[in-house]
């Protein structure tokens, strides 16, 4: 298991620093599946994929079923293999062996650099706990400092983590001192280096990293400072409640936002003049991007900030979520593409399956939700379900549609959006743009596979709008369940 523990990072790091870093810039060295592929028959593949699938699911469910003895060396072995084998079947269902080894061989030349990388990716997530532990001491008394500006009586105890104001202490545990936010700080800027790297003085942009993970560091502490000074103001519920994550979240959102915009209009970390015949072909993120994601990212700030007032899993404000939604998308509108579905009922059909498949696979715990919407006032419970049904079925399929299968998807398989044909897809940018939706679900494995079906059904006829039906119609089940069967769990 420790061999697992350290594979598995190392190669999920090395395969995205790899993709990100030798990820041809021009659209026509980017050719889109199905179009530049020469004629094969993949039956081949997808007959060796299930095979091998199913020989490791065996292997698997022998070897960690409960009671079993310590797996040993060969079962490990034997699993990697399998697994092995079953990706090799897997390529092969998008294109012959050969032309596959072509299109790979060019990228070899950066395998040892993407290695580096996912072997520190590793490193940093196995150590992030020692760091936290030699950087309490600081975090606890940056925090002191910040507080005793208020001019109450602060205590300071750094044996116990714990840290407070006129009488109201917190302990500061490992999960919330603020390691993960450096980290993902760092991760988003890195891509973002990476991504916009020809228009960029390199390696003095480098530089932002270091400087933007003491800015996490010290922005962490003030977001302490703050909740312990909230919270001996006599809002004590809300500074350990749904404040205290949301806080962490806003800092770093607006942290990372800030450091891009910092270096968009910092003369000396950008190159001087154009390096591109086209500003659609340097790789970055394409000019229509903001209507694409304007509507989603709308959605998820409005929750992020509502969310500070939620009780458990019940957000009063959901309606302010799905209004704001709606408010950019009228407002972006005539930027958008067509949502026009094809006349098919397989875009019904996939959002059915992936209704069925969520409602049998989901737990039954739904963490309060259903007694705390029962306890609300008529009118206001039935305005809320009202504003999460026309949200959930309506809003929010079309704001998350054109956010991963309008834009994110095509933009992994080419930087210019104008060049990827309806039906254009590529396995890492199916793969990607699923896993990016089944993240921001409660289930990243129900979500994941929510995201492939939809994808499909976008790929099938080539049009956005059948992602939104099947997206729609699996939502309009969830709420069927939620209202008729009270599953509430579904609309955690």
């Given amino acids: 298991m420790d061999l697992l523990r350290l594979a598995v990072p190392i190669a999920i790091g090395t395969a995205v620093a790899g993709w990100l870093v030798a990820r041809p810039r021009k659209a026509h060295r980017n050719p889109v599946q199905g179009d530049a592929t020469p004629a094969w028959r993949p039956w081949t593949g997808i007959a060796g994929n299930l095979v091998a699938f199913a020989l490791a699911a065996a292997l698997a469910w022998r070897t960690f079923v409960p009671g079993a003895p310590d797996p040993s060396p060969a079962s490990l072995v034997g699993l990697v293999l399998l697994a092995a084998v079953a990706a090799l079947f897997a390529a092969m269902t998008a294109g012959p062996i050969g032309w596959l080894a072509s299109r790979a061989r060019p990228l070899m030349g950066v395998l040892p650099a993407t290695v580096g990388v996912g072997l520190v990716a590793w490193w940093v997530s196995v150590n992030a706990d020692a760091a936290w532990r030699v950087l309490s001491s600081v975090t606890l008394r940056i925090v002191a400092a910040f507080l005793g500006a208020s001019g109450g009586e602060v205590t300071l105890i750094p044996a116990e983590l714990a840290v407070g104001l006129d009488g109201f202490e917190v302990e500061v545990a490992r999960h919330c ?260 939706f089944g993240a921001i679900h409660s289930s990243i494995a129900l979500g994941t596979v929510a995201g492939l079906a939809f994808a499909f059904a976008r790929s099938w006829r080539g049009r956005l709008g059948d992602a939104v039906v099947a997206h729609a119609v699996a939502n309009a089940g969830l709420a069927l369940a939620v209202l008729a069967g009270g599953r509430w769990d579904l609309w955690r």
């Fill in 177 to 436: 001192s603020g390691m993960d936010g450096i980290g993902l700080f760092v991760l988003v800027l890195t891509i973002w280096l990476v991504l916009d790297r020809e228009r960029l003085r390199l390696p003095l942009a480098l530089v932002l990293l270091a400087v933007g993970a003491v800015a996490a560091f010290v922005a962490n502490a003030a977001r302490i400072a703050l909740l312990v000074w909230i919270g001996a103001s006599g809002h004590a519920e809300l500074a350990v409640g749904g404040l205290h994550s949301k806080l962490g979240w806003i800092f770093l959102v607006g942290l990372a936002l800030g450091s891009i915009a910092l270096v968009e209009r910092s003369p000396w970390l950008r190159r001087r003049g154009p390096t591109r015949e086209s500003p659609r072909d340097d790789g970055g993120v394409p000019p229509e991007t903001g209507a694409y994601v304007g509507p989603f990212v709308a959605a998820m700030a409005t929750a992020l900030v509502t969310g500070i007032w939620a009780e458990g899993p019940f957000d009063p404000w959901y309606g302010a979520r799905i209004l704001a939604t709606l408010a950019v998308l009228i407002a972006v509108r005539h930027s958008l593409p067509s949502l026009r579905p094809s006349r098919s009922w397989l875009p019904v059909l996939v959002g059915a399956g992936v209704a069925v498949v969520w409602v049998a696979v989901s737990g039954r715990e739904d963490g309060g939700l259903g007694a705390a919407v029962a306890g609300r006032a008529p009118a206001e419970r039935w305005a809320w379900i009202g504003f999460r049904v026309v949200g959930s079925v309506v809003v929010i399929p079309i704001a998350e549609e054109l956010a991963f299968r309008g834009f994110l998807l095509p933009w992994l398989v080419s930087p210019d959006l104008e060049s990827v044909p309806p039906r254009g897809w590529t396995w890492p940018a199916v793969l990607l743009s699923s896993l990016a």
